[in-house]
């Protein structure tokens, strides 16, 4: 009878916890800020700066959600999360939203009951080696000796690559990038093996990065994106379409510098009337003020700008837009319509 | 006057001493002494100095002669210099040291760092004056305020909670004087004290604030902990830590070996089990079970969980350092307070514990050390610490790439702070040392 009590109990108790997740928009809109989950620190995603403030790649994603709800893109709050904290931090509600360079997994999406909603930067798997080395393809590697950051889903997919292509590779454990290139510049082993965006950045920070080269397969799909508790559909859709805005502002050339006279003059196109506020109530669907998106897109321009000014290829990290090119140039960028 | 004449073999004066010869006296005798007074002493002298001298050939240029100390990135030093590059120090500093605490209000914390060394000198020093203590106790509450902030009616009725716990002590043991025995009456004020304490803590407190806030609103401008990093976190926990693992430490110690069962098993049970688990274990306990076990909004600080968490685990060791004091007294010391008929508080505090604690210095020093270099731990549950606040740091574009400054710089001030811990016990043992040996 006892235990009966107790589940009762916890059920009740449970149902509570979730019943007071669920309506996350409302308590965001109380508290009046977002609270958002970021890495302790990825360069050109998340840092900060000397006065501590945190920009970024993937900051000024959240901190366009803050302008699109609040109308204030510092309305936020962030919430430095490791490898380790990242989901229970949003599981558990002390985040709502986690904008961690995270990898879109099935597993992630369905066990851990977390819904994905779009992806802000196509990344996979690649290789860097010294140029002396004389290796042009991955497919020269055997034998090789691999830094490789340990518990992470790039050790199964080396595993993975060396095994298909039936090559041998002698791995070095390493726990974290700044490990990895001293090992590296060391030679301690002959390949170090992450993110390709991760390996360009690295490969930046070298005295002579002329001397190393980042090989051109990618072994790996990693889709980082946003993510948000399952259940959470009315919260989620503002993410999403926040980012959705981002883009097709790039596609429609709106600019931060362009989007008050874009918003105001009698510009012909009807999608970008509508992305801007000027027609239809799209924010009243989503339960934000008209010009939601025009406020989202000062806050750091259009997903190209954001994306050229942290991570672009005139920035110390300097990643070609590749895969993360609008699909109208040659990448897979790619937003539904705005109607 | 021949009788006079002085014969010649008898000197008159004491001669006087010559110096002693080169090779024993001075730096030259002393060297010969200690490091060429044999072979393998000499071969080892020369290849130790030969190592010093191949590392101070690459530190000292690296460190001091090509050190870049002003330049906006990795890059800048790069073109001006080949050494280290300690403008990202430079630039970074003050976050090193606030973390991200509002740069007008920084002066809260280094008032509250400041006055900590007013309140720990009593505790350090005996010639300081007594009352100070009395500041000593009202520190910690103090210093919440100053780095919080807040209304100051929340501290205030803290202290009004302990008041309450501190009341029923005192005076319930009175009220049933007679009717129950004496031990047990003291163990019931005990209790109830406790209880009186939480509940105004957990209810009382608010009201309190709230109803005061009404007449007098006096408060500084609330910060909160998110902004906390760097060495003040660290200080924080540390001192936290510190401060409160020893008097808790010496209750576990204390309440080990009591008769009475209950309280020697709750004692035992506390302090196998924190020392059975991880500091990071508890660390994790503290960040993510609560958050999911407390109702959803609820404000439990996270340093504050953090803060209980570190106290409790060194408090387990604490205490068994104690234990190993206090079983290292003889049994003749128990024995003559009991003899001089001293109840059990007064043979404590008067005979025992001084004693215990004095054999326990090297002990005690050891744990804060190594409580206050385990508070580089945190970084696993996100919290900025210095070694936390190296990777938004390195993240930055202008110096990602730098790693030997950034980590130098971090344990030259842990060493400082721990070195200075080391010193201090030592004078103390000194201090304290009667001749017993």
């Not at chain 1, 093996?193 to 001397?211: C, H, Q, V, W």
């Not at chain 2, 570190?310 to 003559?336: D, H, K, N």
Request: with cysteine.
């Amino acid at each position: 009878m006892k235990l009966k009590t107790t589940l009762v109990a916890a059920a009740a108790a449970t149902a509570f916890s979730v019943g007071a997740h669920a309506a996350t928009l409302d308590d965001v809109k109380a508290k009046g800020f977002i609270q958002c989950g970021v890495s302790t620190g990825l360069a050109g995603f998340a840092f900060t700066d000397s006065d501590g403030n945190w920009d970024g790649f993937d900051v000024v994603f959240c901190r366009a959600t803050a302008a699109a709800v609040f109308g204030d893109p510092n309305a936020i709050k962030f919430t430095p999360t490791t490898g380790k904290t990242r989901f229970t931090a949003l599981a558990s509600g002390e985040i709502d939203v986690l904008y961690r360079n995270t990898t879109w997994t099935l597993s992630r999406d369905v066990d851990l009951k977390f819904s994905f909603l779009g992806v802000n930067y196509y990344d996979g798997q690649g290789f860097m080696i010294r140029k002396d080395m004389g290796v042009s393809s991955a497919s020269e590697l055997d034998g090789a000796t691999v830094c490789i950051q340990t518990g992470t889903t790039t050790e199964l997919n080396l595993a993975d690559f060396f095994r298909a292509n039936n090559m041998s590779y002698e791995p070095v454990p390493i726990e974290t990038n700044a490990e990895a290139q001293q090992k590296y510049l060391a030679n301690a082993c002959d390949v170090y093996t992450t993110d390709a965006s991760g390996l360009a950045a690295t490969r930046a920070t070298f005295e002579d990065p002329e001397n190393h080269v980042i090989l051109p397969e990618i072994i790996s799909k990693e889709p980082l994106g946003p993510l948000v508790r399952h259940g959470d559909n009315a919260w989620g859709d503002i993410v999403r379409w926040v980012l959705n805005a981002l883009i097709i502002a790039e596609e429609k050339g709106i600019t931060a510098a362009n989007v008050d006279s874009m918003a105001s003059a009698d510009t012909k196109d009807p999608e970008i009337k509508r992305l801007l506020g000027v027609e239809g109530n799209y924010g009243e669907m989503l339960g934000l003020s008209a010009d939601w998106a025009v406020h989202a897109i000062k806050t750091g321009g259009n997903y190209g700008e954001i994306f050229e000014k942290h991570i672009g290829e005139n920035t110390a990290i300097g990643l070609a837009r590749g895969l993360n090119q609008l699909w109208t140039k040659g990448g897979i960028l790619y937003a539904p319509p705005f109607r | 006057m021949a009788g006079e004449k002085p014969v010649a073999f008898v000197a008159e004066r004491q001669i006087p001493p010559s110096p002693p010869p080169v090779r024993t006296g001075g730096a030259l005798g002393w060297a010969r002494d200690n490091l060429f007074s044999g072979v393998f002493n000499t071969v080892a002298t020369l290849l130790s100095l030969a190592f010093v001298a191949y590392i101070l050939a690459m530190v000292v240029p690296w460190l001091f002669l090509d050190s870049v100390w002003n330049a906006s990135s990795l890059q800048g030093c790069r073109e001006v210099d080949d050494g280290a590059c300690l403008a990202v120090i430079n630039e970074r500093f003050l976050q090193f040291v606030f973390g991200f605490y509002p740069e007008e209000l920084r002066w809260r914390p280094i008032l509250a760092f400041v006055l900590l060394f007013v309140a720990i000198w009593p505790a350090l020093f005996s010639s300081a004056p007594r009352k100070l203590l009395i500041f000593s106790a009202l520190y910690p509450l103090l210093a919440y305020w100053l780095i919080w902030g807040g209304s100051l009616w929340g501290p205030v009725g803290a202290v009004v909670g302990i008041a309450i716990g501190w009341a029923c002590i005192r005076f319930l043991p009175s009220l049933v004087r007679g009717r129950l025995d004496e031990g047990l009456a003291f163990l019931a004020a005990v209790g109830a004290g406790i209880l009186a304490t939480a509940l105004w803590w957990l209810f009382g407190v608010i009201a309190f604030e709230e109803a005061l806030d009404g007449v007098v609103a006096i408060g500084l401008e609330p910060v909160e902990s998110a902004r906390l990093g760097g060495f003040l976190l660290s200080t924080i926990i540390g001192v936290s830590g510190i401060a409160g693992s020893l008097p808790i430490g010496i209750v576990l110690a204390l309440g080990r070996q009591s008769n009475l069962i209950l309280i020697k098993a709750v004692c035992v049970g506390f302090i196998e089990f924190i020392r059975g688990v991880p500091l990071i274990t508890l660390l994790f306990v503290a960040w993510l079970l609560l958050s999911y076990f407390l109702p959803p909004g609820t404000e439990f600080d996270l340093i504050l969980r953090v803060v209980i968490m570190v106290t409790a685990f060194a408090s387990a060791y604490m205490a068994e350092v104690i234990r190993g004091g206090l079983a290292g007294l003889p049994t003749g010391q128990y024995e003559a307070a009991d003899s001089l008929g001293l109840d059990y508080w007064k043979s404590m505090r008067l005979i025992i514990l001084p004693q215990a604690l004095k054999i326990s210095i090297p002990g005690i020093v050891n744990t804060f050390i190594g409580l206050f270099k385990d508070t580089t731990l945190v970084i696993i549950i996100g919290l900025l610490d210095p070694v936390g606040l190296l990777q938004p740091i390195r993240a930055d574009q202008n110096w990602n790439g730098i790693v030997w400054e950034l980590y130098g710089f971090i344990a030259l001030f842990f060493f400082i702070f721990c070195f200075a811990m080391s010193r201090y016990s030592m004078y103390l043992e000194r201090n304290l040392d009667v001749g017993h040996r």
